[in-house]
């Protein structure tokens, strides 16, 4: 991310203003007719936009407008299902086409997505953002921890986009790359928000629609609550926002229905209730093509020795509807039946026949929306006074995940270091120890890039550019400064964990200051062992197998001699063993270690009753 390698862009709230940053983020309006289109055209916009991310990938290179037009159109796999039921005749072209587009583990995620992959509406979207200003939030540091493909920061209004740090965590690996190349501005992180490495209390807000299940995410925190992952959002989403900020999920009903308060009463002491709003059963049909009844539930984390307070909302209470039929939903909504923006019945088909939904009242939604965030609290949102002046070590933004511990990294121009799961800024230093710290990142970031290259299976051109990179890099650096061995760089870059990397890329005499260029920017210096593919002797051939095998497996032996394991075994007298215990066969180490009298006796026993199967001797010979 930003001007050149290393470079961070991570604005914060309360910050001077300045110029708008996120400017190559996509914006979303409604000529990209989002969820719009039948059941096959959405599976074909899908396929338009693998294809168009692959493309970017190959030729390494951003994506332009028109590209982000195709790319936003995918709608991930929720709503459609029928492309991985292998009985459905209707879908099964669109099956082998889509198996032959993405990898083994491509497909594997997307299958495993049709549960949790239903993006959200923009007049959804649109109507939590108006329900984030009125509570008084302008701009500042958003988490979207669910991110999808992305669509809360594609509606981002203007001026709360152009002034925020953006930070997106999304599971599925292609999914993650589109919303990359959608949003390059924005720091998407591809992994589960389990494993997310964020800095506690530092967002202003925490807005998303998050995954509903029955499992349980593995996080040692939470472990002892059982949390299912909905649930599980909600309590560690509020470690990541700052006391005092925002979270706004859209979420299952049952997060405030359910009979169990655990959650409930877990958030109430954590956090004031500060809003909910009940979304009919048809605000995801077109978007996501399924019925259920959803919520927008809005907390606010509460301040260092501030009590809770607000409504009432982690019991639940008997309602009765005009049909007479009774429906137990939180007394949030009891008391406030104008938030439920529609008519609570027993007749919805999302998990079982009639179960409570939220049906519409024949609202548009965008208005009914507009009137519920209406009679939401006002300006209830405090905006974190943060650092004016020249950066101090109190400010801090969050890391990356590919910068190490203790790293050095440039943002907005300053020297940062990663310590723990945050960057901090290192204030007062010299400019031109500031210039020297930015120019050995360049060669740190272009000579790990040489090594990338050379290990992850790149063509011999890539490779190729990735050493001229570097060379650059290394020349452009000792031109100014001298060998990076000189004692004034090693001290400027002291405690970065890549600097003994650094110093490897040059033989330095001591006496003459001078300095030698190493095989690497020559030369391929990482080779890929090729595996062996024959041998003349059953010696060679066990030594192979052990070497890549670990174990004595005839299998590989027979395949690099061309030859049956009793043709070959016996030419290994006294070299390999056949455990009768385990029936595997074993080096003498192996064999003659552990408890060796009660392998004698059983070695004594099967050499009086020899497996009918093989007529081998236990031993070779």
């Known amino acids: ?182 949003y390059p501005d924005a720091d998407v992180r591809h992994q589960p928000f389990e494993e997310a490495k964020l800095a506690d209390g530092f967002y202003d807000v925490a807005i998303s629609n998050i995954p509903f299940g029955d499992y349980q995410p593995f996080d040692p925190r939470f472990n002892v609550f059982k949390f299912p992952i909905h649930d599980y959002f909600f309590a560690a989403g509020l470690e990541k926002v700052r006391p005092g900020g925002l979270i706004l999920f859209v979420t299952s009903k049952g997060m405030l229905d359910k009979e169990d308060s655990t959650l409930r009463e877990y958030l109430a002491d954590r956090a004031n209730f500060i809003g909910a709003i009940r979304l009919p059963n048809n605000a995801f049909r077109r978007n996501a093509n399924t019925e259920v009844t959803t919520d927008i539930v809005m907390l606010r984390k509460l301040n260092p020795g501030e009590a809770p307070s607000g409504p009432a909302w982690k019991e639940t209470a008997e309602y009765v509807n005009t049909k007479g039929e009774t429906i137990y939903i939180n007394e949030y909504f009891m008391e406030r039946p104008h938030l439920m923006l529609g008519a609570m019945e027993l007749s919805g088909r999302m998990y079982r026949d009639n179960e409570p939904t939220l049906v519409s009242d024949g609202r548009d939604l965008a208005d009914a929306l507009e009137e519920a965030v209406e009679s939401l609290p006002q300006s209830i949102y405090r905006a974190q006074k943060r650092a004016v002046k020249p950066p101090t070590l109190d400010q801090t933004f969050p890391a990356p995940d590919h910068v190490k511990p203790n790293a050095f990294v440039m943002v907005h121009g300053d020297v940062a270091v990663r310590v723990g799961d945050s960057l901090k800024v290192l204030p007062g230093l010299p400019s ?93 210096t990482i080779h890929h062992q090729k595996p062996v593919e024959s041998v003349a002797t059953p010696q060679e051939a066990l030594i192979v197998s052990l070497n890549e095998k670990g174990c004595v497996d005839l299998e590989h032996m027979s395949a690099l001699l061309c030859r049956s394991p009793e043709e070959f075994l016996p030419q290994l007298q006294g070299t390999v063993f056949l455990n009768p215990q385990t029936s595997e066969w074993e080096t003498e180490d192996q064999y003659l270690s552990g408890n060796v009298r009660e392998k004698l006796e059983v070695a004594e026993a099967a050499s009086l009753n020899p497996p009918s199967a093989f007529t081998l001797p236990v031993v070779c010979g």
């Open 432 to 524: 031109e120890t500031k210039v020297r710290i930015r120019r050995l990142i360049r060669v740190r970031d272009a000579v790990r890039e040489c090594l990338r290259s050379q290990l992850n299976g790149s063509s011999d051109a890539d490779i190729v550019t990735a050493r001229e990179l570097l060379n650059q890099a290394y020349d452009s650096f000792v031109a100014r400064y001298g060998p990076i061995s000189n004692r004034a760089n090693t001290r400027a870059f002291d405690g970065d964990p890549d600097l003994p990397l650094l110093l490897s890329l040059e033989v330095y005499d001591e006496e003459t200051k001078r300095a030698t260029k190493t095989a690497i920017f020559r030369e391929r």
């Open 1 to 182: 991310m930003g001007d050149g390698p290393g470079e961070i862009r991570s604005p914060a709230a309360g910050e001077r203003l300045g110029p708008p940053r996120n400017l190559a983020n996509y914006r979303i309006t409604d000529r990209d007719r989002l969820g719009e289109g039948s059941l096959k055209q959405k599976f074909r916009d899908n396929v338009a936009a693998i294809r168009t991310l692959r493309r970017l990938e190959v030729e390494k290179r951003t994506a332009t407008d028109d590209e982000k037009a195709v790319l936003v159109r995918y709608v991930g796999w929720g709503g459609l299902p029928q492309v991985f039921d292998v009985n459905s005749r209707e879908w099964f072209k669109e099956q082998v086409e889509l198996s032959e587009l993405l990898t083994d583990d491509e497909h594997t995620s997307a299958r495993a997505s049709t549960l949790n992959a239903h993006y959200t509406s923009p007049v959804v979207i649109r109507g939590i953002y108006a329900a984030l200003r009125r509570y008084g939030f302008e701009h500042g540091r958003i988490l979207e921890p669910a991110l999808g493909l992305g669509h809360f920061v594609g509606l981002m209004p203007d001026e709360m986009q152009a002034h925020s740090t953006i930070t997106g965590v999304e599971i599925d690996s292609l999914t993650a790359r589109i919303a990359k190349a959608l």
